[in-house]
């Protein structure tokens, strides 16, 4: 039986989308190093609010030594105790950080961060003691 090849065809749009959440991630992750910082640096934006964004951060990026980078990226995401910024959407959605699970298991619902959470179920049993 032969094998069927498929090709798919990515919208330019779509890839671009990809490629800048891909970059944000690797951002986001941990501090620049220098490899990063001057990959940042030869950034070149377009005549968009976005791409003019892009120029400004190859230009910071320019000038920015990774033991800056480092620096910063800890007094923001990191911080004594906590950071400044969060980079978790349910801080911003809920207020709370991993502090309110709204899990869903079994049409069962877990609300509070003291509720137990369910665990894999396991073939050995358990006795109370008596």
Known sequence: MPAVAREFIINPEDQARSELYDFLG???????D?????????LRGDDTPLGNALDL???IAAVTRAETAEREFNALFIGLGRGELLPYASYYLTGFLNEKNHWRDSGRTWRSAGSSVPRASTNRRTTSPR
């Open 26 to 32: 690797l951002v986001l992750a941990r501090p620049a």
């Open 34 to 42: 220098a490899a990063l910082l001057g990959q940042i640096a030869g």
């Open 57 to 59: 951060l190859a230009k």
